[in-house]
């Protein structure tokens, strides 16, 4: 005899979502957990709950099938993504990205161009760490040789930086983003660059009018070290560009995207062999374990020893073990209960994109990690917005820039405390003066409130009822 299956009360679904939050927020931050270990604490608690209101471990598991099911291919991103970086960096076209970009810097436009070769940089690469970590070092160095403000040179860094972790098709939390709210990659990135482009031409402003004061006068060894460096073990030149210039003219002409990954490895593999001589069966094992090169310059070791399915694992996992509670979570109903209220209370679109950008941030302040609060957020309102007539593209947009893009500005957060630990200039100092990060969001929002930028959903669609939803209100 089949048990009857009970709803969850307004109560308790939002005391399971208040309950993942402290579980996540204490056990990370002030218990020292793992986010994962905590990730599968929540999975254990939210399993034994869901089995209370009538559900059998068969029905949750197939739920957690059903969930990880329609992720398959952006699960599946994350592999071709970690391939296409390795073998972007063995076949040299991220190395001569990085060495024409730092050649580019002018000593009388340090901030603007820092800014600009950050971004090219972290864009190509999908890291921000990455970036920060290398590059940033060195051009912290410089300016602060130059006499200009370290706050204002880590601000400058950080708005670069973050720029290819919000934006880069190659970036884990742009793919995260994409497959939480389930639209294709592209779509997402190509919604970004709506308000991207006003955002960029506001912060180059804002930098050159910063940086106008300013003189060169510091060392600039450890620059001219890292292009030494990447010249003497890569050949950097036009044709090792040629992957990345064929991958962005597939999507310009909206190849889907696994076929143009595979074309982007398989290029990268024929450059690496031709322009950089190297082995193919090395090239191979490269696919999992990703690029390895002992420089002799720690900066360029630590920006080009990447890439690989192992470097993905990580994220993999995560993204996994979070499809399993948002299968639980939406079977049992927790989630439809917490969208039916949302919906009732808000009824202007401009405010919806306001409260998803401003749960985005709450979420990665609670859970000091912004990949989560992606999860969480996308879960929430994925289906929200087409029932308020808003594109899919303008929720994940909105999700990283308030999870990607604010993880910089919060201490706590992984990417906060990276930054601090690297640069030496504490979050408080240089919030101000990370342009980018401040700017992006405001134009988003401005404009969703002018009604600017705001993609549509077929009008259909957007009048479709939503599902009639039991509520118990205790």
């Known amino acids: 005899m089949e048990i009857e299956k009970k709803k969850p009360s307004i109560l308790m679904s939002v005391s399971v979502f208040i309950g993942m939050l402290l579980i996540l927020s204490l056990g990370v931050i002030f218990g020292g957990l793992d986010i994962i270990s905590a990730l599968m604490i929540c999975f254990v608690l939210i399993f034994v709950l869901s089995l209370t209101y009538g559900y059998s471990i068969d029905e949750l598991f197939a739920a957690m099938g059903k ?83 370290p706050a204002l040179v880590v601000g400058m860094i950080v708005s670069g930086s973050s720029f290819g972790d919000y934006c880069s098709p190659l970036s884990e939390t742009t793919v995260l983003t994409s497959q939480s709210v389930q639209i294709d990659l592209y779509k997402h990135v190509e919604s970004m660059w709506r308000t991207l482009l006003p955002s960029i031409l506001i912060t180059l402003g804002v930098f050159t009018y910063l940086g106008s004061g300013s003189t060169a006068t510091g060392n600039v060894d450890e620059t001219t070290a890292i292009l030494e460096s990447l ?17 962005l003219g597939l999507s310009v002409f909206k190849i889907p995207t696994v076929p143009t990954l595979l074309i982007g490895i398989g290029l990268g593999f024929i450059t690496a062999i031709i322009n950089q001589s190297q082995n193919p069966i090395a090239l191979l094992n490269m696919l999992n374990y990703g690029y390895s090169l002992e420089s002799g310059n720690e900066m360029v070791d630590t920006l080009v020893n990447r890439g690989g399915i192992q470097s993905m694992m990580w994220t993999f996992s995560l993204a996994f073990i979070s ?56 879960s929430l309102f994925k289906d929200v917005y087409p029932k308020k007539g808003l594109d899919k593209a303008v929720l994940s947009r909105t999700i990283e820039e308030g999870s990607t893009l604010a993880a910089f500005l919060i201490p706590w957060t992984t990417s906060g405390a990276f930054i601090v630990a690297t640069l030496g200039v504490q979050t408080f100092d240089f919030f101000q003066y990370a342009i980018f990060l401040l700017v992006e969001p405001v134009v988003t929002i401005g404009l969703a409130f002018f009604g600017i930028g705001i993609k549509a959903k077929h009008k259909k669609t957007a009048e479709k009822p939503m599902e009639e939803i039991e509520v118990e209100s205790t």
């Not at 940089?121 to 410089?142: C, D, E, K, P, R």
């Not at 073990?233 to 991958?247: A, K, S």
């Not at 209960?337 to 401009?350: C, E, M, Q, S, Y």
């Open 231 to 247: 010249s003497g073990n890569f050949d950097i030149g036009f044709m090792t560009l040629i992957p990345i210039i064929v991958v």
């Open 67 to 149: 969930s990880l099911g329609d992720a398959t291919m952006s699960l599946f991103f994350f592999f071709l993504i970690g391939m296409l970086m390795a073998m972007w960096i063995a076949s040299g076209t991220i190395p001569t990205l990085i060495y024409y970009g730092l050649n580019s810097i002018s000593p009388a436009l340090f901030l603007p161009l820092g800014f600009f070769a950050c971004a090219v940089v972290s864009f190509v690469t999908g890291t921000s760490w990455g970036t920060a970590g290398t590059i940033g070092v060195a051009l912290f160095g410089m300016g602060v040789g130059m006499g200009i403000e």
């Open 323 to 378: 499809m399993l509670i948002s299968g639980m979570l939406e079977k049992v109903g927790y989630l439809k209960v917490l969208i039916a209220v949302l919906i009732d209370r808000i009824v202007n679109k401009a405010l919806l994109i306001l409260v998803t950008f401003v749960t985005s941030i709450l979420g990665c302040m609670a859970m000091a990690e912004n990949y989560l609060s992606v999860i969480i957020n996308g």
